[in-house]
């Protein structure tokens, strides 16, 4: 069993930057993949970026070259750096954790986070 708890979210201007954090306990956190996923009002749950064990990294192709994740398995934290935010960047977004890397898809992944809201202002 592996917890996960979301936070860093909050209201920012379009441009603006947050730092999220996912933070686990439980089983041994870094033998996991870590995701970051959103879901936007009345929409599917998607896909943002993927962090291997090794530190390997997966971007979806709309947030390349704007967010950047990193693991500290000492202290058993991700993080997602989200730089150069855009209004269609509002969400809640989850961390969640799978045994493969990388994967894409929302029934891969194991453990759930319960989510922090990201607001960003036109």
């Known amino acids: 069993q592996v917890q996960l708890v979301e936070s860093g979210g909050g209201l920012v201007q379009a441009g603006g930057s947050l730092r999220l954090s996912c933070a686990a306990s439980g089983r041994t956190f870094s033998s996991y993949a870590v995701g970051w996923f959103r879901q936007a009002a009345g929409k599917e749950r998607e896909f943002v970026v993927a962090?291997?064990?090794?530190?390997?990294?997966y971007y979806a192709d709309s947030v390349k070259g704007r967010f950047t994740i990193s693991r500290d398995n000492a202290k058993n934290t991700v993080y997602l750096q989200m730089n150069m935010l855009k209004p269609e960047d509002t969400a809640v977004y989850y961390c969640?954790?799978?045994?493969?890397?990388?994967?894409?898809?929302?029934?891969?992944?194991?453990?759930w986070g319960q989510g922090t809201q990201v607001t960003v202002s036109s």
């Open positions: 969640a954790v799978a045994g493969w890397f990388p994967v894409t898809t929302v029934q891969t992944y194991d453990y």
């Open positions: 962090i291997g064990r090794s530190g390997g990294t």
